[in-house]
């Protein structure tokens, strides 16, 4: 995500570390190249415009000028207005007085509603609330069937079916859950492919009858200016209360975040990260501030990784690994637990230079289902005891797998250098981070 708005901003500013102290004509010939890397990452014209007025306004002058490191002082307001345009830090929805707590979700055709309130019932179930989903999208037959398939893989009931209009739907969703007791309820609405009069009519309506406590804006991060203009569109006449931007797990452009957020006055509250229904990320304006100047989301990825493992299984293998009993079985489990967190890049992303580093790198997912298929080949014996692996069992092994010889050495000495480095690390009495896992070869 914000690939490519780093990627400028990192080559201009190592031009402008080189120099010495910083002229108007210097902070301007600067800030008309960040405006071209804006306009170019997507972002409004309007909204690029004033954000850079803000920044020339603090940057032009003495607090510039007079500053040791020029450079570094215009980096630092660019973060700053960035974290201001992007919002406030990071607060939990709103939740109503009286249960339940209802929030509408609503935006365009195909932007991500009915999956994101699959992912935000997982979401608040695994953060011990009990909510009800509810189909309120009557547009096509199958919006009912997915919402009931997204329900059925996060373990949440759907009201659906009960009702010939997407109105009344929700009102028996809303009596529903008051009376069962559900604490909340997200609704799922029908999508259009462009902002028109019976849709919002639709949701208007909705809106009246349920009180929710947050209707949230469910926009395509990919969809650059037109993330924008629907947002306007949804923030005017049905009154938005927050954004949730999909899709960002894909190369989008990045300038949606910035603009919505600017055209709306509506914080973002989420992003996308993927197809699965885990893959909801809570939005920090200042984590992704870093992030586009490239510095990293360190904080992100440790949460990530604390939220995936599980903390009994980390236990034991420290205990495993103190004893220098680390064998394959393990490695395999270590492979699974790398898996749930999502995609590669994804974490590669956060990790500060790796995006640079690793820049072309391609990191294959099905790699890793190579690695899973060899382990899986070996007997159980030949997991925990790697060393009896001789050259026809490894025949054996690659058949079975599907994968050459090679592949199954290559694998084998990636886990000998492993313990050896694990070896290494306790020896010295070094702490592995709790759920954390040792890198892979
Ligand atoms: N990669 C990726 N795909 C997503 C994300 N969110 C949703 N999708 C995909 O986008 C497509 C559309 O998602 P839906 O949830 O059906 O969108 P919708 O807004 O309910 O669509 P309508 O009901 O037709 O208006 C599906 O293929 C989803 O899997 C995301 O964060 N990342
Ligand atoms: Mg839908």
Redesign the pocket.
Known sequence: MFNELTEKLDGFFSKLKGRGKLTEQDVKAALREVRRILLEADVNFRVAKEFLKKVEERAIGEEVLKSITPAQQVIKIIHDELIELLGDNWTQLKRSKEPPTVYLMV??????????TGKLGNYLKKRGMRPLLAAC?LQ?PA?ID?LERVGEQVGLQVVSRVADTPLEVARLAKKRARSEGWDTLIV?T??RLHVDDALMEELAQIKEELHPAEVLF?ADGMTGQDAVNSAQAFSERLGITGVVL?????DARGGAALSIRHVTGQPIRFT????KLD?LEEFHPSRLADRILGLGDVVSLVEKAQQSVDHEKAEKLAKKLKKAQFDLEDFLDQINQLAKMGPLENLLQMIPGAGKALKGVQVDPSEMKHVEAIILSMTPDERRRPNIINGSRRKRIALGSGQSVQDVNRLLNQFDQMKKMIKKMSGKGKKMPKGMMPPLG
């Open positions: 935006g365009l055709q195909g932007s991500g509603k009915t999956t994101t999208d096509r919006a997915q799922d029908a999508g469910v999909t899709k960002m797990d894909g996308g990260m993927g197809e893959a």
